[in-house]
């Protein structure tokens, strides 16, 4: 995650990672599990362009003892996040 893309995206003086409880209380999950998802209006989904372009994503089901796997194309059909780039691109190997 590059906050400084972040940042500028949201013309934000700073961007950091929240608390616990703040996280938790938004992603209405525990810390710790990779929800693609939201499910509260507080919190907007922004999905970096390489994620949505994968053929599989492997994500935990809110728990830490389960975890799902759906398509870039069907999660951002489903999820429908706001697409730009928050992450520096993979290298491309030498």
């Not at 693609?36 to 970096?48: H, R």
């Not at 398509?71 to 491309?92: H, K, L, N, Q």
Request: proline share 9%; charged share 25%; hydrophobic share 45%.
């Amino acid at each position: 995650m590059d906050l400084d893309a972040v940042r500028t995206l949201y013309a934000a003086r700073y961007a950091g990672f929240s608390d616990a409880a703040t996280a938790e209380r938004l992603a209405r999950a525990v810390p710790g599990t990779v929800l693609p998802f939201s499910f509260d209006s507080d919190l907007e989904l922004v999905a970096d362009p390489d994620v949505v372009a994968q053929p599989r994503l492997y994500f935990n089901a809110a728990r830490l003892d389960r975890s799902l796997v759906i398509s870039g194309d069907d999660y951002a059909r489903i999820a429908a996040p706001r697409v730009e780039r928050i992450a520096s691109p993979t290298p491309t190997p030498v």
